[in-house]
T-cell receptor, first 115, second 111 residues
Framework: NAGVMQNPRHLVRRRGQEARLRCSPM?????VYWYRQLPEEGLKFMVY????????ESGMPKERFSAEFPKEGPSILRIQQVVRGDSAAYFC?????????????FGPGTRLTVL | GEDVEQSLFLSVREGDSSVINCTYT??????LYWYKQEPGAGLQLLTY?????DMKQDQRLTVLLNKKDKHLSLRIADTQTGDSAIYFC???????????FGSGTRLSIRP
C-alpha cells in the first residue's frame, strides 16, 4: 500500500506564474488535507476536502489559492499569480473514511520556490 | 484560542534520554501527536495519545499527557544519531478536522 504521493517534489516558478500541486491520497482514503510550512516554522492548516467537497477552507488565503478533490484523480492545490511569499513546502495528508482513528498520514511535500 | 508551543532547540548526548516538551491551550483536544521531520523530508507520525490517556509507551518512546496543565512530553530513551530531526507536537480539536502544529523542536545529538 503506497503512502501519500505528492508531485512534483520541487517546483520553481517566476512571479506571476501559476503553480499546480498534486496529491494522491493513500489507497482507501477519502479525506485530504493541505498544509503549508514556511521556512523554520511549523505546519499551518489550509484546507480539508472530501471527494468533490470542500469541508473546511478556513486556512486558505482569500485570493489566488484554490483546491479541489475531484471524483477521479488527485487533489490539486492551485496558486495563481505566485509571489515570493508563496515560497514554502506544501504538505498533503490523507485519512480514511472512518474518522475514529483520527490519524492523518503525510506525503513528502512539494517545495515551491518563487523567483 | 488554538496555540501549541514548544521550545525551539534541544541538545543531548548520545545514549542519554531526550525529553521534548509541549504546551497547548485548547482543552477540547481529542488527540495529541508527535511527528518527526528529517531535513528535506515529510512528516513521519511517531506516536499519538488520546486525550483520556495520561501515558503511552512504544519501544523507546514515552508520551506523557498532563491534561490539567495542558502539557505533553515526548521522551526518547537511549537517544541515537538517527534521532536528529525536528519534532512537532500537534493537537486535533474536537470541533475541527484540522491539526494544529507547534513550531517544532530541533533535536541535535552530541557524541
Amino acid at each position: 500500500n503506497a503512502g501519500v504521493m505528492q508531485n512534483p517534489r520541487h517546483l520553481v516558478r517566476r512571479r506571476g506564474q501559476e503553480a499546480r500541486l498534486r496529491c494522491s491520497p493513500m489507497k482507501g482514503h477519502s479525506h485530504v488535507y493541505w498544509y503549508r510550512q514556511l521556512p523554520e516554522e511549523g505546519l499551518k492548516f489550509m484546507v480539508y476536502l472530501q471527494k468533490e467537497n470542500i469541508i473546511d477552507e478556513s486556512g486558505m488565503p482569500k485570493e489566488r489559492f484554490s483546491a479541489e478533490f475531484p471524483k477521479e484523480g488527485p487533489s490539486i492545490l492551485r496558486i495563481q499569480q505566485v509571489v515570493r511569499g508563496d515560497s514554502a513546502a506544501y504538505f498533503c495528508a490523507s485519512s480514511p473514511p472512518d474518522q475514529n482513528t483520527d490519524t492523518q498520514y503525510f506525503g513528502p511535500g512539494t517545495r515551491l520556490t518563487v523567483l | 484560542g488554538e496555540d501549541v508551543e514548544q521550545s525551539l532547540f534541544l541538545s543531548v548526548r548520545e545514549g542519554d534520554s531526550s525529553v521534548i516538551n509541549c504546551t497547548y491551550t485548547d482543552s477540547s483536544s481529542t488527540y495529541l501527536y508527535w511527528y518527526k521531520q528529517e531535513p528535506g523530508a515529510g512528516l513521519q507520525l511517531l506516536t499519538y495519545i488520546f486525550s483520556n490517556m495520561d501515558m503511552k509507551q512504544d519501544q523507546r518512546l514515552t508520551v506523557l499527557l498532563n491534561k490539567k496543565d495542558k502539557h505533553l512530553s515526548l521522551r526518547i530513551a537511549d537517544t541515537q544519531t538517527g534521532d536528529s530531526a525536528i519534532y512537532f507536537c500537534a493537537e486535533r480539536l474536537a470541533s475541527a478536522s484540522k491539526i494544529i502544529f507547534g513550531s517544532g523542536t530541533r533535536l541535535s545529538i552530541r557524541p
